[in-house]
């Protein structure tokens, strides 16, 4: 008795030194990944970075991790070249490949969101509809259910217009975000002798806008309004983390 006793003390002893060695491990794989992540994509700090499953180290030796999830505070995509912050963004990864020498890292599905907040969205937009120098500048508030409100401001021949809340969908199509601004809800702006104001109007809202330089692999799929901003959802295939 007193030998199974102290045999499954060892034992015990044995197992816990194994787990805290595979926490301890995984701690260390966590930080190593958060920083290859703030490296490769310009990142203003480390990303939290949590490696799921247990064990870990069984995991590794396979060159495969099942899911691992990471949390950007802030993260800079572009719309046609214009910067356009997402924050909070959180990525689920699943199915984790790991070459032999460790130095490509590929998820095979990837799924996440972030928050673009208005401010960010009128900023972003004011500088590719005014940059132009077009005398155009729009405003993003929140709208009811899936839409935003917008405020537009249109200079012409000198004169300035003004419209408020205007109600418009963020459509996703093809990489690309397009303003979807039902006509009857944009009133008729008075006429001005030379220009075509309300031509001018409707060409600049329902201009396409590429979206770019998400991690590889990854795409945005919605874009949805709530309280706090606009929730934009991604997913993607074979995105490259290395």
Known sequence: MRALRITSIILGILIALAIAADRVTVGIAEGEVASRLRSTYGLAEEPEVKIQGFPFLTQVAGRHLDHVDANLSAYDATVDGQALTVTDLNIELRDVEINSSFSEVVAGTATGDGLISYEELTRAYGELLGGAGNGFAVEFRQGEGEQVLLALQVTVAGQSLTLDEIPASL????????????????????????????????????????????????????????????????????????
């Open 171 to 242: 459509v996703v199509s093809d990489g690309a975000i397009t303003l979807d601004v039902d006509e009857a809800d944009i009133p008729t702006f008075p006429e001005i002798p030379g220009a075509d104001v309300n031509a001018t109007v409707q060409e600049q809202l329902n201009a396409a806008h590429s979206i770019e330089g998400l991690p590889a692999g990854l795409s945005l799929d919605s874009l949805t309004p709530g309280a706090d901003g606009v929730r934009a959802d991604v997913s993607g295939a074979d995105v490259v983390l290395n």
